[in-house]
């Protein structure tokens, strides 16, 4: 295995990733994830978003802007809502309707579609979301709206086809953020696909939901690549916790700009079926009303503005505060030396002596300057002391936010520390959330791109409100048959009678109404603290179809040795201790030490705090406990 990494090219995104693979000597597959969705919609540079129209029934023109009347800021005078992705003179009412059960009143006619779509063609419209009222129920009028349109545009996006689900508002912003994407994420895997197969290799995505789609899905659908980053790191975690019998794992990721964390149960990470993006967030928690809702299913995921790159200030009133702002790559925390001012959390642990360099040595970090920009907001060792511990404050909440919110217990839990950042952090996190156990896997700083090669072939399809459940589920499997999935699995999405929202459930074989509700109870009591003497509906259900993979197999330590520290140097832990060095590929299987300690390597450093041991475990992995 090897692992490298490059500055990116945002204006182009493919320069950087095919720049790279022209110097890979042969490969067979390609595994790759993208921010390239989610950065388009917060308005990078060089990724406009293209010109969409909304087909949708008469009287529902507005129901994209309306949304659901949530203020992000409820005080706040002045707030204004997102810009629609789609303007009000390209949303057309097409004189259709479809009832609730399914029956289609008034069919689509196609000439009254074919006006429309010459009118969007003359308004320079590149992309078509098309929105009727209870698609969900019947998809019908959309298939026929859809075959004409599709005679005019090459990117056209059916509501039935990517959100089947009830809840009008959800299910139209969803088909329209994925029209917006289809013509950009298109061009780019198009552009990256070509290169890989004239390569004599073949392209698989990272989904938001932590499996590998086709280039053709992605394509299609690329609303589930939104948060197919983060995404990888959440597998990995799995796949490690699977391999060292670890039934409850935190994933926590901490790199430059951001952290996040996520909860894996039984090996399995949770799933969320809703997320907000392009909007704000609050402490880890997504601001509802900010940003354009997506119904597909996510990896559940909380994430806080607390990163490497984090500028650390004071605010009027004098008090240290930490964030939101980052320094990004460039210029970067002020000891890289490019000009920054600001100090960062990078920043304050190059004061309190835990990093020193990067990249394995090739990136010599200043110090003095680091020290200077601390000196700016008082004294420089205790600022950047508090700032540390304020930053792990704020990551707690993020945890807390995938754990404690979902009616989990921390404490039973081993912190799974990765990210650049991650391995400086994870021992005093632990303690701040009542965690007696961390581990740090190996090439943390890559491990999110590590974790797409434990990744399995994920496709998923759903539909609401089934009339049979069991046969319901074996129409979805058999959608699903054409990728030949190794084994299928069966989710539910459930509610109370009369309940605004559902719970996600598994869904056993067969299917059967009171299993499904038992675990639903038993999901609906862990999580907000009660039952209800009332039935349960269900209200959609859900089928991935799962085609397993061949996974890696990391090379293990050597079995033998006596490691030397490779230098010392004064680390600070609420007092300057003389603290040992460790280079971490020197260290053998089994190798035990006690605290304090730092182990460096190429892309990350982990840092063993005062009553805490490590010990060097299977695959490389390093097991941090309190003494």
Not at 130 to 144: D, I, M, P, R, T
Not at 268 to 276: G, N, R, V
Not at 411 to 418: C, K, N, P, S, T
Not at 583 to 605: Q, T, Y
């Amino acid at each position: 295995m090897r692992a490298f990494k490059l500055l990116s090219t945002p204006r182009a995104p493919e320069e950087a990733v095919l720049e790279r693979l022209s110097k890979v000597a042969e490969f067979g597959e390609v595994l790759h994830a993208s921010t390239i969705g989610t950065n388009a919609l917060l308005g990078q540079v060089g990724l406009e978003i293209p010109r969409v129209a909304l087909f949708t029934t008469r009287g529902f023109r507005d129901v994209v802007e309306i949304g659901r009347q949530n203020r992000p800021r409820l005080y706040d005078l002045f707030f204004e809502k997102p810009r629609p992705l789609v303007s009000r003179h390209l949303r057309f009412e097409v004189d259709e309707r479809v009832l609730p059960d399914g029956t289609v009143l008034r069919p689509v006619d196609p000439a009254e579609v074919e006006t429309y779509a010459k009118a969007a063609l003359e308004r320079g419209v590149v992309s078509v979301a098309v929105v009727f009222l209870h698609s969900y129920a019947s998809s019908a009028n959309e298939e026929a709206a859809g075959a004409v349109l599709r005679r005019h545009f090459r990117y056209v996006t059916l509501s039935s086809e990517v959100s089947p689900e009830p809840r009008e508002y959800e299910r139209t912003s969803t088909a329209v953020v994925n029209a917006a994407l289809m013509p950009l994420v298109g061009r780019y895997l198009e552009e990256v696909g070509r290169y890989v197969s004239s390569r004599g290799g073949r392209l698989y995505v990272m989904a938001s939901s932590g499996g590998l789609v086709t280039v053709e899905e992605a394509a299609k659908r690329p609303v589930q690549l939104i948060e197919s980053g983060p995404a990888g790191g959440v597998v990995a975690t799995a796949e490690f916790a699977k391999a060292l019998g670890l039934r409850r794992v935190i994933s926590f990721d901490m790199g430059g700009t951001t952290a996040k964390a996520g909860a894996v149960v039984d090996f399995e990470p949770e799933l969320t079926t809703e997320y907000e993006v392009g909007g704000e967030s609050h402490h880890g928690r997504v601001v509802k009303g900010s940003g354009y809702p997506v119904r597909f299913p996510f990896i559940d995921l909380a994430e806080v503005s607390a990163g490497g790159g984090t500028v650390v200030w004071r605010d009027a009133a004098g008090a240290l505060r930490v964030g939101p702002v980052s320094a990004g790559a460039d210029p970067g925390p002020v000891c890289y030396g490019r000009g920054a001012t600001e100090p960062t959390i990078t920043d304050a642990n190059v004061v309190l002596g835990r990093v020193a360099s990067l990249l394995g040595g090739e990136m010599r970090l200043n110090a003095e300057a680091a020290y200077k920009a601390f000196k700016k907001l008082g004294d420089p060792v205790e600022t950047a002391w508090q700032a540390v511990q304020l930053v792990n404050m704020e990551m707690a909440r993020a945890v807390r936010l995938v754990t404690v919110e979902r009616g989990l217990d921390p404490g039973e839990f081993v912190l799974f520390a990765f990210g650049g950042a991650g391995p400086q952090h994870a021992a005093e996190l632990a303690e701040e959330l009542g965690v007696s156990s961390v581990v740090i896997p190996p090439e943390p700083g890559v491990f999110t791109a590590l974790g797409m090669l434990f990744a399995d072939g994920k496709f998923e399809a759903r539909a609401s409100y089934p009339r049979d459940l069991e046969e319901g589920y074996r129409r979805l499997e058999e959608a699903l048959s054409v990728h030949n999935p190794t084994y299928y699995v069966r989710l539910a999405d459930v509610r109370y009678v009369g309940q605004g929202w559902e719970l996600v459930v598994p869904a056993g074989r067969p299917a059967d109404l009171d299993q499904i509700r038992s675990v639903f109870e038993e999901r609906h009591l862990a999580i907000y603290g009660f039952r209800l003497d009332r039935p349960v509906e269900v209200v959609t259900i859900r089928v991935f179809g799962v085609v397993t993979r061949k996974k890696p197999k990391l090379r293990e330590p050597p079995a033998e040795g006596e490691p030397k520290p490779v230098s010392h140097r004064r680390v600070y832990f609420g007092e300057w201790v003389e603290t040992p060095v460790y280079w971490r590929e020197d260290l053998p299987r089994g190798f035990k030490l006690e605290g304090p300690a730092v182990v460096e390597e190429r892309h990350s450093v982990a840092v063993v705090p005062p009553r805490w041991r490590v010990e060097v475990g299977p695959m490389g992995t390093l097991a941090l406990g309190r003494l």
